[in-house]
């Protein structure tokens, strides 16, 4: 354990520690992918907890959007010049490092090196990279990936700046042709940046051959001001992401050499002639790479949230259960396990679906490197899904748990709005999740007419070769089997309802295919999201049964699994028995499966969010403290407040005394006040 | 229509209204309590929208938490003055021009008016509102309600704070005896006030009397320095409510003269004698009223947030449907006609239910009057209940209608993130929801037994003596009446099937009543749901069906009023089908009467939100503008960001630049800047 970990804990919370059935620490390693890796990830904590720039900061809640901007932006160069000094090259050094420095919030140099660099370094030339990698290597070029525009968003060959080749002069124009074609959102674009990789329409010799990317400056190098044609600036303040200058930039006939065009694969000659790229699937990648990591983002954000909110419910007590006994604590009740305890289980389903999808993002692409695509489809289906899935949950459950710790959990000092407005943009970008669902949707139906035509399908879409005429196999003991059957009978009859629906309405209402596309879209969203939870709960179920825990640790895994499943199918009762799959009495017995689970998990609550092993410099709230020393922190938090730099404002002899009452003389006034 | 309305209006907004089948000026009278009301309204939402004062505002959010508090503070106490000059009077004036004003910016003196007067004028004796009320009336006292403390929000037995009487000096001592009974959350009590009523334990003659209500004064009244004794301040900022100081208070021993105890009902003689109060139940009131007006807030945060994503949507275009075709309005789509026509059929439902709720208040208030207490139980129940569910509905809602908006959403210029933050608190203060639904189910828990005792229930809850057996009456045709029966069977089963597992574990298993209670606490927190559910469908179901509008405007309610009810059964299908109370076929009628009952409102959806009848100024949303200029709106609003005021921040000298590589000369970074 940290240093930072040890102290004088709360004793219904040292209490809450002591009845834990299994190793938290061991829990922790399962969770780091082992021991020397958790230790690894422990010491980067320790070393940016203990930083004396970071305590040095104003907190980001106590800043104004201007000051959040402008303090994330000097601790962000900081981290970035301490990642080079301590030479942290790993994603896993400098992603433990820089959470522990600035969790939740939002770099403004970031993405320069999460997209512009990458971009340049996947799409460019040799003698792209060669010109250009150096100097954007050591910062002299910042940039950002203008993608986004004021009319459009997920819907990308909709956007429409261009870029016109211009054979005279050999140059590109780049020109924001209308209101809606102003880039707008790009991160770090209105103020940081000083070149940007745009997207637009290519036009030469007349024609348009759609979206390609290039490299455009944005301000000058050496003061920094917009450059002539380049109108831009930040968007304003938003829900969250105050520190990130989220940028508008309308470009009016901004020329850029020829060999500002991205050119490893299309390509544009001198004289104006486009040669197409040899594979337009290759650009799938980065996208579904992405999403890959977004899940493991959502566990991330989910389990923050549920290790304030359970911490703090074991902690507060409210109520006497047994009228004259002690007020309980509020872990104890039956509706507070139910918000908590089946988040719980979702942060860890989220976790290893993201560690799944990830290694499987990883294979995919060797396999690629050696010129096999077959893989491609599934995976982008399964990561577009899963993005959206794992999004959806984790925004509900954030909220969730805010209000699970009641009025302290609106406050700034519990730390939950801060996550939640980081994580709740994940629903949004990237890819807007309704849009990601019916793609995983459009995968699915192709699978579906796979089935229809007798093949059997491979991997994990097998399932819905599933025979829906079966009735559930569950019994009293609830095995996982007959819960994971449940979830492929669901997904399955579901798929098969919208592609019927879907069908129906080609075939006898005579509608077009996009027509009846749409008009099944909603269902086609609920058969995707079925698929999706299918896969999470197979993922949860294959872990548990893996055989890598020790016994008590698989044990509390399998309740925990057990109670995700059970939880699932209470919530989406009516997609798993509207066909009579589920006898009434199998109804029941899932029902009191759940509560039964709930007090299996109720002893290894606290020991459970602990293993996710947060520093509270991460969790920055008073309520999630390790410690469980929450009233005393809320208090120092109160104190700390800029209001109360002063007793009496300036506001008072401004505002409130002028408009009171005079009918009292000041020694009258003084009398009643001094009372 | 106001002035402010009549605009060039963009185009696929001009068509939708085009398209409408009903009089849109006959439903806002009908929402607005006639045609002479709604011109009331507007006539106080042009005064406060043309008033220079408010045009020099500096927006909300550009403003720092600082500046948000003073904003409001000089914003609120100008409102005050006007109102006062403009002699309004009735609470319908004050709404809707405060309304026009600040909305959504809580007053930074607004429980004064709200609590701190009312509680004078209810619980003060005569002597006491001679002495006070004048120097409250006046603003000489500017006081707030001190009842959350740190450790006790809903639960107000547990509150810690204590009133020792005294009767030597004849005095009152307030005290805060533990960390956890400093009182932390009332509004204005930070900065603002000088004066509260608090609740504190009584103490005389060595006894507690349990929680009684004194005036306390808090700063001095000519140089507003707090008192001695007194230590208070803001509690800092929080998710919303930026504008208001919600406060801390600390009290050491500060003694206050026994007339400072409020007397009217309970009192204390000047020997230390208690007398109580001829009756408990009459301070149920007040309580009751507000939960009664956030059914209201409710319904109205939501219909702004339904105004403002279904403008967008009729204006955003994205994606064409069939390949080649124009992009379509995004309210095209069946998944966004899913997203948001069921929550615009909640808003209205909720709008009816709002003004139900409030008329059975009044009425019952006045049977209190009369002497007749018989209906206090059931509107305490109903109004705790229909507080929790409509604002988890409205919360829930609002993020939907957020993220409908994609991106643009998660801006600030939507204005739904401060209808968001202004909103959710609901969901928490004047009584936790989650307790709230277990008050309901506690009267639903007696109702039953009367049920099973063979008694007819009136009113209401009668609906419960529904036989169980009969199974659904539901044909191709829909009917309202089929429907409203459905969500009656749903309610009944859920109580019995709550009942009949409490009683299940006091007798069979063994547990005390408490136990019992608590461990089937989440399906009682399901029936309550059910409960509120049906009669929100009642509600509605008994306004499209009372024959007071015209036709069309009928036609549409009762389109609306099915779509509420069929989607909640969708929503929550298991409920109602788990039984067998459905047909698989019945289920199959229902959910396809979803998706013609969303085409059949399509026509309409602009037109519904335009009933609601909010000025621009009220949604202070770049999207949600009644012309529909969204685009322009959105740029302005960017460049009017605070962070563009300069093209190049000074951030840039400061850290930006000395972290950047300076491998190249001047000479050679201006060369590539330029290009």
């Not at 190793?23 to 082992?34: F, K, W």
């Not at 939740?104 to 040799?126: A, D, V």
């Not at 520190?243 to 104006?272: A, E, F, Q, W």
């Given at each position: ?57 104003k907190?980001?809640a ?10 994330a ?139 390609h ?111 004259g006994?002690?007020?309980a ?35 995919v ?8 695509l ?99 196999c569950?019994t ?7 819960l ?26 005579g509608?077009?295919?996009?027509q ?26 294959d ?121 009292f ?11």
């Open positions: 354990m940290a240093a930072s970990r040890k102290r004088n804990v709360n004793p219904d919370l040292a209490k809450e520690r002591s009845k834990a059935t299994f190793d938290v620490e061991e829990l922790t390693y399962a969770l780091y992918l082992g021991k020397e890796m958790t230790e690894r990830k422990r010491y980067l904590e320790d070393l940016a907890i203990n930083d004396p720039f970071i305590k040095g900061c907190p980001w106590f800043c104004s959007r201007e000051e959040q901007y402008e303090m932006l000097k601790k962000h160069i900081y981290i970035a010049k301490r990642i080079k000094e301590l030479g942290l090259t790993t994603d896993w050094d400098q992603f433990f490092y820089t959470e522990a420095m600035a969790c939740h919030e939002n770099s403004p140099i970031g993405l320069h090196s999460s997209m512009f660099l990458p971009t340049l370094r996947k799409q460019g030339s040799e003698e792209q990279k060669k010109k250009f990698l150096p100097l954007a290597e050591n910062m002299t070029i910042i940039g950002t990936y203008a993608q986004t525009e004021l009319g459009h968003g997920t819907f990308i060959r909709g956007l429409e700046t261009t870029a016109t080749y211009d054979p005279k002069s050999q140059e590109f124009i780049l020109h924001s042709p209308t209101l809606t074609s102003m880039k707008y959102w790009p991160g770090n674009l209105g103020k940081t940046v000083n070149f940007c990789i745009i997207m637009a329409q290519l036009y030469t010799k007349g024609q348009c051959h759609g979206i990317t290039f490299l455009l400056p944005l301000r000058d190098l050496e003061t920094h001001k917009s450059l002539p044609g380049v109108e831009l600036g930040d968007i304003g303040p938003k829900f969250g992401y105050g520190t990130n200058d989220n940028g508008y930039l309308r470009l009016s006939n901004v020329r850029i050499p020829l060999d500002h065009m991205l050119m490893r694969y299309s390509k544009v000659l001198k004289d104006g002639t486009y040669v197409k790229p040899p594979n337009t699937r290759l650009s799938y990648g980065s996208m579904t790479l992405i999403r890959a990591i977004i899940v493991g983002d959502s566990s991330r954000g989910l389990s923050q949230a549920c290790t304030i909110a359970l911490r703090y419910s074991a902690v507060r007590r409210q109520t006497e259960i047994s009228p006994g002690p007020e604590q509020i872990i104890d009740y039956q509706t507070q396990q139910h918000k908590l305890f089946p988040l719980l289980a979702t942060a860890y389903a989220l976790h290893f679906t993201g560690q799944n999808v990830y290694m499987i993002y990883m294979q692409t060797s396999q690629i490197e050696e010129g096999n077959d893989q491609i489809g599934e995976l982008h289906a399964l990561s577009a899904g899963l993005k959206a899935f794992s999004t959806w949950e984790c925004t509900k459950g954030i909220e969730v748990c805010r209000m699970a710790c009641g009025g302290h959990g609106y406050s700034h000092a519990s730390g939950l709005p801060k996550i939640y407005v980081d994580l709740t943009p994940g629903c949004t970008y990237e890819g807007e999740n309704t849009v990601m669902m019916l793609q995983t949707a459009r995968y699915l139906m192709k699978c579906y007419a796979k089935v229809e035509s007798g093949e059997k399908l491979p991997g994990f879409v097998s399932y819905l070769n599933t025979d829906l005429s079966a009735k559930s569950l009293a003991d609830v095995t996982l089997d007959c994971l059957q449940a979830y492929e009978h669901r997904a399955t009859r579901m798929v098969h309802v919208a592609a019927k629906n879907m069908n129906r309405r080609v075939m006898v209402e509608q077009s295919q996009q009846a596309w749409n008009n099944t879209s909603q269902q086609l969203v609920w058969a995707s999201r079925a698929h999706c939870h299918t896969y999470v709960v197979r993922t949860f179920v872990m548990v049964t893996s055989g890598v825990y020790d016994n008590q640790v698989q044990e509390v895994l399998t309740s925990l699994c057990k109670l995700y499943a059970v939880h699932g199918i209470v919530e989406y009762l009516g997609e798993f028995i509207q066909d009579g799959y589920f006898s009434t009495k199998q109804v029941d017995i899932v029902t009191d499966k759940l509560w039964s689970l709930m007090q299996e998990i109720r002893p290894n609550a606290v020991a459970l969010v602990d293993a996710f092993d947060y520093p509270d410099a991460v969790l920055d709230s008073c309520l999630g403290r390790y410690d469980g020393n929450v009233y005393q922190a809320l208090y120092e938090y109160a104190k700390s407040s800029p209001l109360n730099q002063k007793d009496v404002l300036d506001t008072y002899e401004k505002y409130v005394k002028p408009m009171r009452g005079d009918n003389s000041s020694a009258e006034l003084l009398k009643i006040s001094k009372l």
